[in-house]
């Protein structure tokens, strides 16, 4: 059981560059969520996803697109790389529906540079 | 609004003194709230939840909806408490609202 795995680990980019974060998880979670981390803010979060097919914005969308065509799978994309962009990413997943929140379990998180 | 306000950044104590981490929190439905730990080199993970009332790494945390707070509290600090730890809230779909977080430091 792998967990919430993400990549790549380390990522530099110029400005107006797109990518791509990976993130998976083998634990068949509904809920899913990508957060970014910067000095001072905590995690905020970017887009989230309740189920395949399905997915809505967080605290700090722009700029940021996803799509979840799988449970397992919950990709990030970059459009336009831009220094404003510069931090550490986090991927999260756990059980969802109405009710308790769950634990959220995260990945290793994926530290970006914008230049 | 929905708000977790952590009022410290940076938490030095020394070890096996007390430690006491705040939070306090807005929200106006009834709230579920956590606290995460990231240790150096680690992913969060979860440390405790309001619901379970439980102790964790001798960790209590209390809820107090009159003052809307949630401090994480700890009577003999040790060195290995050293880490960020984040206060969050979750509302009734899962999501999570996390504070800005406290840097624990805890020296010898």
Redesign the interface.
Known sequence: NAG?TQTPKFQVLKTGQSMTLQCAQDMNHE?M?W?RQDP??????IH?S?GAGITDQ??VPNGYNVSRSTTEDFPLRLLSAAPSQTSVY?C?S???????????Y????TRLTVT | AQRVTQPEKLLSVFKGAPVELKCNYSYSGSPELFWYVQYSRQRLQLLLRHISRESIKGFTADLNKGETSFHLKKPFAQEEDSAMYYCALGDSWGKLQFGAGTQVVVTP
């Open positions: 919430v809920y969520s957060y001072g803010m905590g995690l905020r979060l989230y309740v967080g605290e986090f999260a756990s059980y969802s529906g109405q009710g308790p929140t769950y634990e959220q995260f990945g290793p998180g």
